[in-house]
């Protein structure tokens, strides 16, 4: 309709400069405009303004004003100065995505078909009719080919960034006009990079994007995300979050399954929600044994599926055989005291070191690691605490902690990123003193400006939203099973008014004394690299005494409790990737934080990271200081080729070892083709409206020629078009003059 009505597509109009081909200056013509409208404003006033009611002579006026000013407007021979390729002087870049997404359906064939029954129904044809015509296949990268035939469709992935990089090598030395790109625009790597798309504008290549593929499958359940912790301790209980998505499946049941090294720990049969929305199930499972584990989860492919490729997803667990040490202050004997102990015993990961104050003067040690260790008391330098990874403070009050050690105790969570968890007591938060200490900052509650809130009443556990959802309390697999749980848990012994919790904190769980009202009772937040917790409450030993003798909750909850303390604090030597699982691209950073024992940010460190891949494939790569942060050190490296790796980070000072750290990482070649597999609409018309060209549907695909022709890059030369005699003018000059004659008629001034 656009062309119809002004001879040439919308798109030469945004692209072409306006001018007037008579060559006569704009502004006579508006002078004579604004003469033509006046004066004839003025000659309808004075010869006819009395045939006309009221002030109907001026819509007659303007109506014979726009007449004229039309016709002059044509005199001076409105166009349009355009750039256009030059004919067979310019290459054509038609680049066919050949990715095994591909051969999924289009309509009634499978989307290369689709691609290549458009290009040899006549698009080909009317291309190199008019410019030279290169033809390409995309997959891993980009590559030349002679003919259709050789496209097919059994690339492993799609790197539209990287085969749009060679496209721009490649143009350095020829006259490329427009890129033509046929896809489903399943990209693989996460589209073009900042400096690719600045060359391509700089270039003013435009890429012209077709289409294929619908946005959704019509039926497809997709496990769009496996989201399990990188490290465990070994026996962990581990939480493995499965992000679910579906088309046209509503309500249907699927069978869920969870594997470890290839052995199923946990399945549930889940009813599918709403279409489109990421529905994510929790399964639990048992980390087992130290060592690498190859963790996936699955479902069941459900009648009619169109892309059961998408079905499952892995990842890579390092399971460590690490016995993190938590040290335990306790203020005087109490029935907790003794039950937490107990819990403790039946984990073969965790090490509990008690301090149990049992006179004021009097501390009684458990789990030291020799009789020397906290000799003193608690300990008096930082390099003593900060070789535990956790540390409890139960019912004790401030003053007993000189300045310097109440200090250490806010750095042990804020810089050496271990987890503190305080208890309640006779001497602990505000009874203790606590609000007014510097430790305070630390706590994820707003202590009480009293004394008098430690109660020794009944009251019942009960959680909160937040802790429906949490794993740390999560006593029964199943969350509704759980809730339920802790409703029938017997009540505590006494609970402990805190005061509400800060802003950023968390509350997991609730207390209901029974007299009234209701408090946070386990509360838990992030401080510095570290995390700090509440629990109010020192009444837990009933959980264990009133129960059946086989009831686990409450050493379920204390050994949940107390790794989920420590699971995160990092050692002196800390290493990571910067991402973990790697598809079908091998680029990766090390990234290693080194401290000395004080956990201060080690500057002059030596590291090297050592590398074992598939196949007992070996490598050393050394790691240099990051300009950014002290302490930091950083590599970049290409793992060759897919399977699993575990890389040990070692540091050293001088010839002093100051730690060593090992994480797993997984490079997975083909697997990320299967996901996504709707057509990418949104990242094809914006790269298409970044680089100046279009976004067409293989249907309206045949307008390509004529679109290209008028491209800025390659060989150009200038255009003239003329506008004088587009149909729109011609329609405007009747129409003005059929209008004031209804006008008159209507008026009766004909």
């Not at 290169?134 to 539209?160: C, F, K, M, S």
């Not at 497809?220 to 399990?228: I, P, Y």
């Amino acid at each position: 309709m656009f062309e119809a009505l002004f001879l040439y597509p919308y798109r030469l109009f945004t692209r072409g400069e306006f001018l007037f081909a008579s060559g006569w200056p704009a502004w006579v013509l508006l002078l004579l405009m604004l003469i033509a409208i006046a004066g004839t404003g003025y000659w309808v006033w004075r010869h006819h303004g009395g045939n006309f009611a009221g002030r109907r002579w001026i819509a007659v006026a303007a109506l014979q004003g726009l007449v004229l000013a039309l016709l002059l407007f044509l005199l001076w021979r409105p166009a349009l100065r355009v750039t256009a390729l030059k004919p067979q002087q310019n290459v054509i870049a038609v680049v066919v995505d050949d990715s095994r997404s591909m051969q999924l359906k289009h309509e009634d064939l499978p989307r290369l078909e689709a691609a290549r029954k458009l290009l040899s129904g006549g698009l080909l044809e009317k291309l190199r009719n008019r410019f030279q015509v290169r033809v390409y296949r995309a997959g891993n990268y980009l590559e030349r080919i002679q003919g259709l035939d050789a496209l097919t469709g059994a690339q492993p992935a799609t790197h539209l960034g990287l085969s749009m990089k060679q496209m721009m090598e490649e143009s350095a030395s020829l006259p490329i006009g427009a890129v033509v790109l046929l896809t489903d625009g399943s990209d693989n790597s996460g589209g073009l990079e900042a400096d690719t798309l600045s060359e391509i504008r700089r270039r003013k290549i435009p890429i012209h994007s077709v289409g294929f593929g619908a946005e959704k499958l019509a039926r497809d359940l997709e496990v769009l995300d496996l989201d399990v912790p990188q490290r465990a301790l070994s026996d962990s209980r581990i939480g493995a979050a499965i992000t679910l998505r579906h088309f046209g499946l509503n309500g249907q049941k699927a069978k869920l399954a969870l594997l470890a090294d290839e052995k199923i720990v946990a399945s549930r049969e889940v009813i599918l929600g709403a279409e489109g929305v990421p529905q994510t199930e929790t399964l639990l499972f048992n980390a087992g044994l130290a060592g690498a584990r190859n963790v996936r989860a699955s479902v069941v492919k459900l009648e009619g599926e169109e892309n059961p490729s998408n079905n499952a997803q892995s990842r890579l667990i390092n399971v460590e055989s690490l016995k993190p040490r938590i040290l335990y202050i306790e203020g005087e004997p109490k029935w907790d005291f003794k039950f937490i102990r107990r819990a403790l015993e039946g984990d073969r990961n965790l090490q509990l070191t008690t301090m149990l104050r049992t006179t004021q003067n009097k501390i009684y040690r458990q789990g030291v690691e020799d009789p020397k260790e906290l000799e003193q008391g608690f300990p008096g330098k930082e390099e003593e605490l900060f070789k535990f990874s956790g540390l409890i403070i139960g019912g004790i009050e401030a003053s007993y902690f000189t300045p310097q050690q109440q200090a250490m105790i806010r750095n042990f969570a804020d810089r050496r990123g271990g987890g503190v968890l305080f208890l309640a007591g006779r001497g602990a938060f505000a009874d203790g003193g606590w609000a007014a200490s510097p430790v305070a900052e630390m706590i994820p509650v707003t202590l009480a400006d009293r004394k008098g809130t430690f109660h020794r009443d009944p009251a019942t556990a009960e959680l909160t939203g937040a802790g429906r959802d949490s794993l740390i309390v999560r006593i029964e697999e199943d969350a509704k099973k759980n809730e339920e749980r802790w409703r029938k848990l017997p009540y505590l012994a006494n609970y402990q008014e805190t005061g509400p919790a800060k802003p950023g904190a968390t509350v997991l769980v609730d207390a209901l004394p029974t007299s009234k009202g209701r408090h946070p009772l386990f509360v838990t937040q992030r401080y510095g690299r570290g995390r700090v917790s509440v629990f109010a409450s020192s009444g837990t030993w009933r959980w264990q005494m009133l129960q059946d003798v086989k009831d686990l909750s409450h050493e379920v909850f204390w050994q949940q409790t107390l790794r989920w303390l420590v699971t995160e604090t990092p050692p002196q030597v800390s290493a990571t990737p910067s991402k973990q699982l790697l598809l079908d691209d091998g680029q990766v950073e090390f990234r290693a934080d080194v401290r000395d024992p004080a956990y201060k940010p080690l500057a002059g460190a030596t590291v090297e990271a050592r590398i074992l891949g598939p196949g007992g494939a070996a490598a050393m790569l050394p790691l240099t200081p990051d300009s950014s942060q002290t302490g930091l050190f950083t590599a970049r490296w290409d793992a060759p080729k897919s399977g699993n790796y575990v890389v040990e980070v070692l540091a050293r000072n001088g010839k002093e070892e100051m730690g060593r750290d090992v994480f797993t990482l997984s490079r997975q070649d083909g697997i990320a083709e299967n996901f996504h597999a709707g057509q990418n609409r949104q990242l094809l018309e914006g790269l298409s409206r970044q680089t100046g060209g279009n976004y067409y549907t293989p249907a309206s695909a045949q307008a390509l020629p004529d679109d290209i022709a008028y491209s800025e890059a390659g060989i150009t030369t200038r255009e003239t078009k003329d506008l004088w005699n587009m149909p729109a003018l011609l329609l405007a000059l009747f129409g003005a003059k059929a209008a004031e004659w209804l006008l008159r008629r209507r008026w009766g001034a004909v």
